[in-house]
């Protein structure tokens, strides 16, 4: 079982860089692949960033250059660093875990707030 917990997110000003933290439980934790995921008001759910066991990495069009996603497996932790954040960029962001390429991200996160003033 795979249990996630997300920290670092708060009230930032445009431009500012911050980074979230997802720690996982589990022996298996590097073989899963790991999302970012966000949802703002209004708004459907969208994949952020994504990071799989092997280490190849995916950024939605609008993080792309401003986001990184990266993975501990030592420290059992994935992170997103978000740079030169914007106030689209706000919204709630979740961490998810699944076990191979294609199947269901079905293990979540809380959700950690971000919120970027202009």
């Known amino acids: 079982q795979v249990q996630l917990v997300e920290s670092g997110g708060g009230l930032v000003q445009a431009g500012d860089s911050l980074r979230l933290s997802c720690a996982a439980s589990?022996?298996?934790?590097?073989?899963?692949?790991m999302g970012w995921f966000r949802q703002a008001p209004g708004k459907q759910r969208e994949l952020v960033a994504a990071?799989?066991?092997?280490?190849?990495?995916y950024y939605a069009s609008s993080v792309k250059g401003r986001f990184t996603i990266s993975r501990d497996n030592a420290k059992n932790t994935v992170y997103l660093q978000m740079n030169a954040v914007k106030p689209e960029d706000t919204a709630a962001y979740y961490c998810?875990?699944?076990?191979?390429?294609?199947?269901?991200?079905?293990?979540w996160g809380q959700g950690t707030q971000v919120t970027v003033s202009s």
């Open positions: 589990g022996s298996i934790f590097s073989s899963y692949d």
């Open positions: 998810a875990a699944r076990p191979m390429s294609g199947s269901k991200y079905n293990y």
């Open positions: 990071i799989t066991s092997g280490g190849f990495t």
